[in-house]
């Protein structure tokens, strides 16, 4: 219930950055809403294929880039949020049925979003040192980016190896893991560039003002879509 407020609050923010109409009484929200939830409610019906279930959504945002959208070259904005927004959901949503170790992945994923933002704020403002891309994000640093790297690998590797010596939960040999926690968390920050090069695109300052001084939710969200998206086709195009 929660992840799906905060997917329809990223909706409503996507749709009011890039110039469609945001607002709760939009028919751009609803038609977003329907295809989203659509989408998530795939899921309980044991799809053959679980790339079906973002298809509700691409056909939401498809029918609102014909619609509303106001050129050919902001076609592709407008199709890509409820795809944005339904990500919140279905991958963790997948992950957490897997089985066994379903729990355990989704804490994994947690993990090496939050873990990967806390170690960059640390490391940035300790180290400090050359801006990682200054016309995106100006207060990202070289330092920040790899001290978050480096604590989104190692913390979130030792929870897995810790799980599976203390219940015997197993997911990944150690190689494995420790590639895909890393590619884990470079996706994440590769999120969070993503939204603020988005933001500068279309001159906005914040998502939104949902918490005050933090912005909207998709501030909030932005690495966290962007690694669960990757851990959930990692694991279904790789089986892992």
Same mark, same amino acid.
């Given at each position: 219930?929660?992840?799906?407020?905060?997917?329809?609050?990223?909706?409503?923010?996507?749709?009011?950055?890039?110039?469609?109409?945001?607002?709760?009484?939009?028919?751009?929200?609803?038609?977003?809403?329907?295809?989203?939830?659509?989408?998530?409610?795939?899921?309980?019906?044991?799809?053959?294929? /679980? $790339?079906?279930?973002?298809? !509700?959504?691409?056909? +939401?945002?498809?029918? #609102?880039?014909? %619609?509303?959208? @106001?050129? =050919?070259?902001?076609? /592709? $904005?407008?199709?890509?949020? !409820?795809?944005?927004? +339904?990500?919140?959901? #279905?991958?963790? %949503?997948?992950? @957490?049925? =897997?089985?066994?170790?379903?729990?355990?992945?989704?804490?994994?994923?947690?993990?090496?979003?939050?873990?990967?933002?806390?170690?960059?704020?640390?490391?940035?403002?300790?180290?400090?040192?050359?801006?990682?891309?200054?016309?995106?994000?100006?207060?990202?640093?070289?330092?920040?980016?790899?001290?978050?790297?480096?604590?989104?690998?190692?913390?979130?590797?030792?929870?897995?190896?810790?799980?599976?010596?203390?219940?015997?939960?197993?997911?990944?040999?150690?190689?494995?893991?420790?590639?895909?926690?890393?590619?884990?968390?470079?996706?994440?920050?590769?999120?969070?560039?993503?939204?603020?090069?988005?933001?500068?695109?279309?001159?906005?300052?914040?998502?939104?003002?949902?918490?005050?001084?933090?912005?909207?939710?998709?501030?909030?969200?932005?690495?966290?879509?962007?690694?669960?998206?990757?851990?959930?086709?990692?694991?279904?195009?790789?089986?892992?």
């Amino acid at each position: 219930m929660i992840w799906g407020v905060a997917a329809l609050a990223v909706w409503r923010e996507w749709a009011t950055i890039v110039g469609l109409d945001g607002r709760l009484s939009s028919p751009v929200f609803w038609i977003g809403l329907l295809g989203i939830t659509a989408s998530v409610g795939t899921i309980f019906f044991g799809l053959p294929f /679980v $790339w079906f279930a973002f298809v !509700p959504a691409a056909l +939401a945002g498809f029918m #609102i880039a014909v %619609l509303f959208s @106001r050129s =050919r070259s902001h076609w /592709v $904005w407008s199709m890509t949020g !409820p795809l944005y927004a +339904a990500s919140i959901i #279905i991958g963790p %949503l997948v992950l @957490r049925n =897997r089985g066994d170790d379903g729990l355990m992945i989704v804490v994994w994923l947690f993990l090496v979003v939050w873990i990967s933002d806390i170690g960059a704020f640390f490391a940035g403002r300790t180290i400090g040192g050359p801006k990682l891309w200054p016309s995106i994000s100006p207060k990202k640093t070289w330092s920040g980016s790899i001290g978050g790297l480096l604590a989104g690998t190692i913390v979130p590797v030792g929870f897995v190896l810790a799980i599976k010596a203390i219940f015997g939960v197993v997911w990944l040999s150690v190689g494995p893991l420790i590639v895909l926690t890393l590619s884990t968390a470079i996706t994440a920050e590769g999120g969070d560039l993503f939204e603020s090069a988005m933001k500068r695109r279309f001159n906005v300052k914040d998502s939104g003002d949902l918490i005050p001084g933090h912005g909207g939710m998709m501030d909030r969200l932005d690495s966290y879509v962007a690694a669960a998206l990757f851990v959930f086709m990692a694991t279904q195009w790789f089986g892992i």
